[in-house]
């Protein structure tokens, strides 16, 4: 399609949050297609999402595209399968939580994938719960940032997003049956986690949240 990577990936992450929550009209001016983004979760409500990845951008504001590049990465967008999960970043003495599941040796930021019917935050809320044995409140929910990479373990083409959230819980962090360890790391600990988990790791050091 004449587009490099980089632009290929923004591309397919801007066209994969519209198509979700979109509608398209033409202009009858411009003869292009226009977009009525319609947000439905906190991760849409965000006012700044902190996308991270090869080449991957967010932006605020949404630009009328023209007919072919929409097609084109809509085409490119149903090719690649997506793994779509939700996080808790917790930070404690400028350490970040990191979680290691049963048989396993890399590390992942606590969370999971939603249940059918489930919004982002009864999902964030459940998923914590089971792994970590602590109640979230509700009220203090707030975004952190969108994170993407090729997905540990599976076949190329696969990505996994993660939608990370901050919130104030109630109760003691302790590891559930599925959980192996849990730790609080560093960033010269982050080769012990997942893609997304350093990139989750990159971004705090970035903001000095961590050490």
């Known amino acids: 399609f004449g587009l490099t990577q980089t632009s290929m990936h923004r591309l397919l992450l801007r066209c994969e949050v519209l198509v979700r929550q979109s509608s398209f009209r033409v202009s009858p001016r411009t003869s292009q297609p226009t977009v009525t983004y319609r947000p439905r979760s906190l991760r849409q409500l965000a006012p700044q999402l902190a996308v991270s990845g090869p080449g991957a951008s967010c932006s605020n504001q949404i630009r009328p595209c023209g007919t072919s590049a929409l097609r084109q990465s809509t085409l490119a967008l ?79 083409g696969t990505m996994v997003r993660i939608t990370c959230f901050t919130a104030e819980y109630t109760g003691t962090l302790t590891a559930s049956s599925e959980i192996e360890e849990l730790r609080f790391i560093s960033s010269a600990e982050r080769h012990m986690t997942t893609v997304t988990g350093q990139m989750i790791v990159d971004d705090l050091k970035q903001k000095d949240l961590i050490d």
């Not at 994938?113 to 459940?126: F, I, M, N, Q, S």
Request: no cysteine; charged share 30%.
């Open 78 to 156: 149903t090719a690649m399968s997506f793994i779509d999960k939700l996080a808790l970043v917790v930070i404690h003495d400028r350490k970040t939580l990191v979680a290691r599941s049963h048989g396993k040796e890399v590390f992942f930021t606590p969370g999971g994938k939603r249940e059918p019917g489930e919004t982002d935050e009864e999902a964030l809320l459940r998923e914590i719960k089971e792994e970590l044995n602590v109640d979230i409140v509700e009220s203090t929910i707030k975004p952190y940032g969108v994170f993407q990479a090729q997905a540990f373990g599976k076949p190329e």
